[in-house]
């Protein structure tokens, strides 16, 4: 410790350079840890799902409906406890251009089954009562500036006109892999302006128990097997991953670029250390004559490296923990709940401990085994 | 003016240091390049799906094919237009069309399934759209569970070859044909014959009509009589603009993750170029007095350091446009937001993405060698020369 004046002193030395080089740490660190993020929040997102909770689609397509009396069938079922069901409705709000998830659906079993959507009671019960009630997600009131008791009308791309609704609930989603931008809305107000069609976009199905998924998803595709519309039921989890699979190879697209970038700061960061190793022969010569073992050296050249990375790493790490919360950034809408995780704070550490050790060896060890004499000649 | 050999040769004296600050710039550069690339292919993919000369119709206010619907009472209203091309067969150029995704499984991954575009075409269609050819096989026949599969779905699903049997909408189909459509988004689609396709998905209903213009210039005539007419209650976009805007929220997300992560990184290599420059003239420092002795300008030493800094960058540019090049015609896929569907497409690196690579790396040359090379031009001899 008590070398540590003398490390802080060489690092002053150049004080451009070395700023420079933290700066470098700094930015590798922050994209490192965004990028691992992106990766993170997906697969967290993509493991959502009640343990007790199924989904039944259209076995032709995610994009095809089913006649809403299937709810009755399906509750009639061993081991089904209760069944909703939910509908995409695509309306684009403004100019017509701005876009976030709506959801038609049968408000009062739809919100049992998610106690996950938090809002106050008084809130919940105003939107159960009203046919053309809305509820939305704390992000839409906030970036829109919406308040409760405000209409809001949407142009339908899926069912055509226009859509008013009145805000009456605002929520707050405690597990972040639901979004806290979406709108949901009465089934039956939109069933009864398109005419009664009686369509369900996908069932949620809650069981008695999680264990039972497999014969209860099973029991529910068996009973409409052979008629007009076969269905396809899985886990909740299942059906978040396909969405996440959607996205095709971006894991791997994501891990390659943030590989060529933790080697790219690399090379500079070693190559900014050596400059400096190299600059100091004359030094390293008279501290060894004067009685520096090889040995303190070597730690001395590596320490000064170490500080380099952690500063860099901390303040690099630090700023993606703190910025992402700040800016409430959730990628589009398609990553909501963005966090930079513990792990990918670790991940951060280790990458600056293996860059100190990489960027300061070859420097420490030239500095170690370095004979006084060669050294000395190069001080004039 | 001082000789660049001068530069050059310097460079050769600090081999370790000058080559790590051109493999930095390199790797900046082939990321930026490979991440460009990417953007562009999926923006091609779209952009080439539609022409110039033909009209896509779809219901008043849908905003993709998928949220689509058109009777079919609206699509003869429409195939009797007057700006419709009329064919070799003297018949219109016309392709009402059914539009459906359907679960297909990943070969190697079960558990998960892509949404891929099932197509009901018309027999027109060949002719209504450009680019299209049958590279194997024979077309689907009428009145047949015929489908004829695009070419960039084969080897990413199975049961694809001709003579396969693929299973959706509750029937069997057969494979009979594989096309290309000219490296569009309709290469990730299967067709059949719209009236085969259209009762095992959703009713009596067309999701679009597509239809040749007998001019490109008569499309702003043929959207006002069609868009006029109180029968029929839809919109006309013309093919190419619609398809380009179909890119929307996935090629905007693409090429945002492109400038985020290149900038950041390209932040850090000009710092590391900044550092060998700031060395390079620290060494240096008699070498810079003896050059203002002989009688150089400062502007002359300054432009000659930044030339230094440039020559590393675009070394280093050059190696980086070089290891990006592999990437170009890789085949990658990713869900086109607007209509939900998977579309698979190439890298596509285009020499003007390399010049603008290549510019990239020299301009971080020269932001990182400007200030170590006005350090060296306001030397002051007397004190270098100590």
């Not at chain 1, 963005?338 to 060896?361: P, R």
């Not at chain 2, 998928?66 to 419709?84: F, K, Y």
């Not at chain 2, 805007?245 to 985020?260: D, V």
Request: hydrophobic share 50%; glycine share 10%; charged share 15%.
């Amino acid at each position: 410790m008590k070398y540590f004046p003398l490390i802080v002193a060489n690092l002053g030395r150049h004080k451009i350079r070395t700023t420079l080089t933290i700066l470098s740490v700094i930015a590798a660190l922050f994209l490192f840890a965004s990028l691992r993020s992106v990766l993170t929040t997906l697969r967290t997102n993509a493991q959502f799902g009640g343990a007790r909770r199924l989904v039944t689609l259209n076995a032709t397509g995610l994009v095809f409906t089913m006649p809403v009396s299937y709810a009755n069938k399906i509750k009639s079922l061993r081991g089904v406890h209760s069944v909703s069901w939910a509908n995409w409705f695509g309306g684009r709000y403004g100019d017509g251009k701005v876009f976030f998830g709506q959801f038609a659906i049968d408000p009062e079993s739809y919100l049992a089954m998610y106690p996950e959507v938090v809002m106050p009671a008084e809130q919940k019960e105003a939107f159960i009562r009203e046919r053309t009630a809305a509820l939305i997600g704390r992000r839409l009131a906030e970036r829109y500036g919406w308040k409760i008791g405000q209409d809001v009308t949407l142009q339908g791309t899926i069912f055509p006109g226009d859509w008013t609704f009145t805000i009456r609930g605002i929520y707050t989603p405690t597990n972040p892999a639901i979004g806290d931008d979406a709108m949901f809305f009465h089934w039956d107000y939109l069933d009864e302006r398109v005419g009664r069609w009686g369509q369900a976009g996908w069932f949620i199905v809650e069981m008695d128990s999680a264990g039972a998924a497999g014969t209860v998803a099973k029991a529910i595709d068996d009973q409409f097997r052979n008629s007009s519309t076969a269905t396809k039921t899985g886990t909740e989890q299942a059906f978040q991953a396909s969405f996440a699979g959607m996205l095709g190879n971006l894991s791997l697209l994501l891990g390659f670029i943030g590989t060529a970038v933790v080697f790219a700061i690399l090379l500079v960061t070693a190559n900014a250390m050596m400059m400096s190793a190299n600059e100091r022969t004359g030094e390293v010569a008279i501290l060894k004559t004067i009685g520096y073992s090889d040995r303190t050296l070597f730690g001395l050249v590596l320490a000064e490296a170490g500080l380099i990375a952690i500063v860099g790493s901390v303040l690099g790490l630090g700023i993606a923990k703190a910025f992402y919360p700040l800016v409430k950034f959730n990628g589009f809408g398609f990553l909501p709940g963005f966090n930079v995780t513990a792990a990918t704070m670790a991940w951060g550490a280790l990458i600056a401990v293996v860059l100190m050790i990489a960027s300061g060896l070859v420097p420490a060890l030239r500095a170690a085994r370095m004979p006084i004499i060669q050294a000395l000649r190069k001080v004039e | 003016m001082i000789p660049i050999v001068y530069n050059a040769r310097s460079m050769m004296q600090r081999p370790v240091s000058s080559s790590f600050t051109a493999v930095g710039i390199a790797l900046v550069v082939a990321v930026f390049i490979a991440m460009l690339a990417l953007g562009q292919g999926f923006r091609a993919a779209l952009a080439r799906t539609g022409s110039d000369q033909n009209a896509v119709v779809l219901r008043k206010g849908a905003d993709s094919e998928l949220s689509s619907g058109i009777s079919r009472e609206t699509a003869r209203l429409l195939a009797s237009s007057p700006h419709i091309a009329t064919g070799a067969d003297g018949r219109p150029m016309v392709s009402p069309e059914v539009y459906a995704l359907i679960p297909l499984p990943r070969p190697r991954d079960t558990t998960s399934v892509a949404n891929v575009v099932v197509r009901g075409v018309s027999e027109q269609v060949w002719t209504v759209r450009h680019h299209l050819q049958v590279i194997a096989g024979n077309k689907p026949q009428s009145g047949r569970l015929e489908v004829c599969v695009g070419r960039k779905l084969l080897g990413r699903f199975e049961h694809l070859e001709i003579g396969g049997t693929l299973r959706f909408g509750g029937r069997d189909w057969n494979v009979v044909c594989h096309f290309s459509a000219g490296g569009s988004s309709f290469e990730s689609e299967i067709w059949a014959e719209n009236e085969q396709v259209m009762p095992v998905f959703r009713g009596e209903f067309f999701q679009s009509v597509t239809f040749r213009l007998t001019d490109p210039g008569v499309f702003d005539d043929a959207k006002r009589a069609i868009e006029s007419d109180p029968q029929t209650q839809v919109d006309v976009h013309r093919e190419s603009t619609f398809y380009a805007a179909q890119a929307g929220i996935a090629g905007a997300m693409l090429s945002a993750l492109a400038i985020a992560v290149t900038s950041i990184m390209a932040v850090g290599a000009i710092f590391g170029a900044v550092n060998t420059m700031y060395a390079a003239v620290g060494s240096r420092t008699p070498e810079i007095a003896v050059l203002l002795t002989l009688g150089f300008r400062p502007w002359q030493v300054m432009l000659s350091f930044l030339a230094e800094a440039v020559l590393i960058a675009t070394a280093g540019a050059i190696v980086g446009a070089l290891l990006a090049l592999p990437v170009n015609g890789l085949v990658t896929s990713t869900t086109n937001w607007s209509s939900f569907s998977e579309i698979a497409f190439s890298f596509r690196i285009t020499p003007l993405l390399l010049a603008i690579g290549i510019a990239f790396g020299v301009v971080m040359g020269v932001i990182g060698g400007f200030f170590p090379a006005w350090r060296a031009a306001r030397l002051q001899v007397v004190q270098a020369l100590r």
